[in-house]
């Protein structure tokens, strides 16, 4: 079986006893777009024991220009379900578990709960925040990266040092920041950025990870080929690493409502989730619309709206950004 990592384990940074250590290991790979399938596909390669992969969305044509494990027969399939059975194609001796669910304030300490690493595949700052909140408080390592347009950036964010929040103790307003659905993004920069986490990933689980007491921002543009290393320093007032108050950990029961930026999209999550029988609610709502269904999503159409239904009751709204309508929507074609 070691046979299929001779080429890792003759690398004196690894080397066999490393890649038991590997196989042991756990990751969880929060958002499955371009950086995350990028991540999965490394890690799933490297013989990382249990990658689990969590993911909200579906995959859209519009994804596969980077997005590196899908392809053309993936479209309209939940991404995490998608990626998931490629890797299981890839390394079957590996346990990948896949998420279907969006992250959120109400479920990420459990989804998160135990794993060695943390890998950041996310697209919004929001999300970021509630997975530094967590690993935080659970002093678990994990790996912050980002990319867009050309660029792109990741930091190593490990327990005691400098946190997400000391990098910004300001979260910047949702809709205030560009994204790769406004600003675009070159696939070869998702790339190299979702290598350089699974690089950080496998250091930090072979505890290999020699950094001094500050933590580094590391920046680079793929197309003026520069390359900064921007030293980050532990905030003393920091509200997170060192007063401890994980705000965005605050449950309420309340539904999340979130708008999918720059996507024309709200999504819609119900504060108590429960299993929903997709086949039951399309042939109710045959009648109204078009209905396509699989085990895991069901889409309906009428001549304006598009609505994704998941079966733990979350939704994505298409053709609007206002939350009162998508609610409005929600309540009529699938209930309160
Ligand atoms: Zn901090």
Known sequence: MMNRYSRQIILQNIGEEGQEKLLKSSAAI???????????????RAGVGKISIIDRDFVELNNLQRQMLFDEADVGAPKAMAAAQKIKDINSQIDVE???????????????????????????????????DVCVK?????????AIGTSGMTMNILPDKACLRCLYPVTPKIGSLPTCDTMGVLNTITVIMGSMESTEAL????????????????????????????????NDECECCVKGNYGYLDT????????????????????????????????KLEPLGKVKSTDFILIFKTEKEEISLFKDGRAIIKGTNDEKVARSLYARYIGT
């Open 252 to 283: 309420e029961d309340r539904e999340v409502i979130t708008s999918l930026c720059g996507r024309n999209a709200i999504q819609i999550t119900p504060a108590d989730p429960k299993e929903i029988s997709l086949a039951e609610m399309a042939s």
């Open 98 to 132: 896949p998420v279907v669910k969006d992250l959120n304030h109400t479920n990420v300490e459990d989804i998160l709960k135990g794993v060695d690493v943390v890998l950041d595949g996310t697209d919004n700052i929001q999300t970021r925040m509630l997975i530094n």
């Open 203 to 234: 250091k930090i689980l072979l505890d290999n990870n020699k950094q001094g007491t500050d933590s580094s921002l590391l920046v680079y543009d793929a197309w003026n080929n520069s390359f900064d290393d921007v030293i980050v320093r532990k």
């Open 30 to 44: 929060v958002g499955c777009g371009a950086l995350g399938t990028v991540a999965a596909n490394n890690l799933a």
């Open 138 to 146: 659970e002093g678990t390592p994990w790996i912050y990266t980002g």
